[in-house]
């Protein structure tokens, strides 16, 4: 079974901060992505990224930033953290580029900005 | 652009009731169509997936979709709901480098 962690299930951090999520996948998976989820508004898509070092911005990048240097970790950075901020994170990961591959998701981040 | 709709916010159903949950798909090609379900706290698991074939697909824990072109709606159903069944349920459409539409979600509350 594809496995996606994320670091932390909880985390609090003060405005102002520079907030790091990481997310590690065990398939070998070229895709990955993060998603923040708010009640009423479903998953968006922050970032994604298909391969090593590339990036792309998803619907909602701004305010945040990412990072791949190594095939299975994808990290979301918050360059400095605001409250408007605090929401669930999702991290996914899926194989090739093809609008047919699931995706498979971590267990998500908690994140409340104080 | 695709899109995906979920008109029913919140589901109340018996348990031991049938369920469905509608979806319905803006997208010009054939679409790849995915079921998620989300328990509290918890990631998104993937239910079933319909890529093409088949216009009616099964999947995990007794779930099931139908896709209807003539309608752009892939609804999921289960025949008899289990407490367990009560979740948050994602439809979602496939498109360009792997992305996913998502749709807005369906609360499903399943009582005794």
């Known amino acids: 079974d594809v496995k996606v962690t994320q670091s932390s299930r909880y985390l609090v951090k003060r405005t102002g901060e520079k907030v790091f999520l990481e997310c590690v996948q065990d398939m070998d998976h070229e895709n990955m992505f993060w998603y923040r989820q708010d009640p009423g508004l479903g998953l968006r898509l922050i970032y994604f990224s298909y391969d090593v070092k590339m990036k792309e911005k998803g619907d909602i990048p701004e305010g945040y930033s990412v990072s791949r240097e190594k095939k299975e970790r994808f990290s979301l950075i918050l360059e400095s953290a605001s409250t408007n901020q605090t929401s669930m994170y999702l991290c996914?990961?899926?194989?090739?580029?093809?609008?047919?591959?699931?995706?498979?998701f971590g267990d998500g981040t908690r994140l409340s900005i104080l | 652009a695709q899109s995906v709709t979920q008109p029913d916010i919140h589901i109340t159903v018996s348990e031991g009731a049938s369920l469905e949950l509608r979806c319905n798909y803006s997208?010009?090609?054939?679409?790849?169509l995915f079921w998620y379900v989300q328990s509290p706290g918890q990631g998104l698991q993937l239910l079933l997936k319909?890529?093409?074939?088949?216009?009616l697909v099964q999947g995990i824990k007794g779930f099931e979709a139908e896709f209807k072109r003539s309608q752009s709606s892939f609804n999921l159903r289960k025949p008899s709901v289990h407490w367990s069944d009560a979740a948050e349920y994602f439809c979602a459409v496939g498109g360009s480098w792997g992305k996913l539409q998502f749709g807005a979600g369906t609360q499903v509350v399943v009582t005794p």
């Open positions: 997208y010009g090609a054939t679409p790849y």
């Open positions: 319909y890529f093409s074939g088949d216009t």
């Open positions: 996914a990961s899926s194989a090739r580029q093809g609008g047919n591959q699931p995706q498979h």
